[in-house]
């Protein structure tokens, strides 16, 4: 497996497959960040994730000898040395996690020129964007026809490898997961600091919560989302954002210029969460809104609904097709509309204010949320890896 850097979605996915299968694997990192501190360009702080994400598994760090590493530019992950690792350890075939860097571009030549296989993991979606042109497909064409099998994490994201002319044959479902481990609902500890968090913030029990966490930044829309709830202003409703980025100085600024006026909806910021501390935000939730018009999937959405919080989302967020279905599992809302958003909120607030409405939104989507776990994440690999087999 050839990946940029330790993440807090795939890491425990690969603990999971050690512990569960016979599958024997060693993941080739491409980059340290998340296990050695830097600046996360996007939060505009430091991270490093408190969770293990390097044992019960086999991997390594391939050194990157860019100059500036990350995955903004084609250059981010420059490691010369990959293909010799790759072929020290003589791997059956190669999966891929992306290909728009220089190093996994070097990683696709090196299994062609040794005829190993390639399973591709991606999760891009066309959903808001013209149809491509020549330009774009022809490339695309031309670098898929070198996969021997596609995991695709949802509808969208197969309707785009479809579009680039892969084939049904070699298409598995393997859905994006995350660790329900971690989310589950009812654990002491969660609601014990969902409680501390109210207090700090200074709301209520009886306040309502919608949460936005995540990288406060233009693509995810939270500007447009502040607006939105501020011209909503509901009673006893608190919008609080989570997180850290470009934005924050601009939302503290309209929190701020409103927070005078009458019948002022409470507007509450909390800083960037490691991945331990989430849980307790998404328990101090009633809803969770991720209003992106830039999110190939959005984790944070699965993450949410283990722990049984209705989401909204615009009709533009990568999961939205799989995950929320408007009036069951959530609300939807087009990402294109202005005041589409704030029509949403209203409609999602309604639903709640009804306990057996509330019990039955809840109900669906824990429902809908058990069949994205790492059994069925695995499953699609499984059948992946059995097509390859002459």
């Not at 064409?141 to 099998?149: S, V």
């Not at 989302?225 to 980025?245: H, K, M, N, Y």
């Not at 018009?293 to 009709?315: F, K, Q, Y």
Request: include cysteine.
């Amino acid at each position: 497996m050839v990946l940029s850097h330790p993440t807090q979605y795939y890491s425990p996915w690969f603990q999971w497959l050690r512990a569960h299968t016979d599958v024997e694997f060693r993941v080739f990192y491409l980059w340290d960040f998340g296990i050695v501190k830097q600046e996360d360009p996007f939060f505009g702080v430091a991270v490093k994730w408190d969770v293990d994400l390097l044992s019960g598994y086999e991997s390594e760090f391939v050194p990157n000898e860019s100059k500036r590493p990350g995955a903004e530019h084609f250059s981010g992950f420059r490691n010369p040395t990959l293909p010799a690792r790759l072929e020290s350890w003589n791997p059956n075939a190669l999966l891929l996690f992306g290909y728009k860097w220089a190093s996994h571009l070097r990683a696709v030549a090196w299994a062609r020129m040794h005829s190993v296989p390639i399973l591709f993991r991606g999760d891009s979606h066309l959903l808001g964007r013209p149809d491509p042109g020549l330009r774009m497909s022809l490339p695309l064409r031309l670098l898929f026809a070198q996969f021997a099998a596609f995991l695709y994490v949802g509808s969208a994201n197969r309707e785009y490898f479809e579009r680039f002319g892969v084939p049904a044959r070699k298409l598995f479902l393997a859905p994006h997961s995350v660790n329900a481990t971690l989310f589950e609902r009812g654990i002491p500890a969660n609601r014990d600091g969902a409680s501390v968090l109210r207090l700090q913030l200074g709301l209520k029990p009886t306040t309502r919560v919608m949460l936005f966490a995540g990288k406060l930044v233009p693509g995810k829309q939270p500007v447009e989302l502040l607006r939105a709830f501020q011209e909503l202003s509901p009673i006893d409703t608190a919008l609080v954002f989570v997180g850290d980025g470009s934005e924050r100085e601009k939302l503290q600024a309209m929190a701020a210029y409103a927070s005078g006026t009458a019948g002022n909806a409470l507007i509450r910021f909390l800083p960037f969460a490691n991945q331990s501390e989430m849980p307790s935000r998404y328990t101090l939730a009633d809803i969770f809104v991720l209003p992106s018009r830039a999110d190939t999937w959005g984790l944070a959405i699965n993450e949410a609904m283990h722990m049984g919080v209705p989401c909204i989302v615009s009709n533009r967020v990568g999961c939205q097709r799989d995950l929320v279905t408007d009036g069951e599992t959530g609300w939807v809302f087009d990402a294109a509309d202005p005041s589409a958003l704030k029509n949403c909120l209203s409609r999602a607030l309604s639903d709640i204010s009804s306990g057996a409405r509330r019990g039955e939104i809840q109900g669906a989507v824990l429902r809908r949320i058990a069949g994205y776990t790492y059994a069925q994440t695995t499953e699609g690999l499984l059948k992946a890896l059995a097509s390859l087999q002459p």
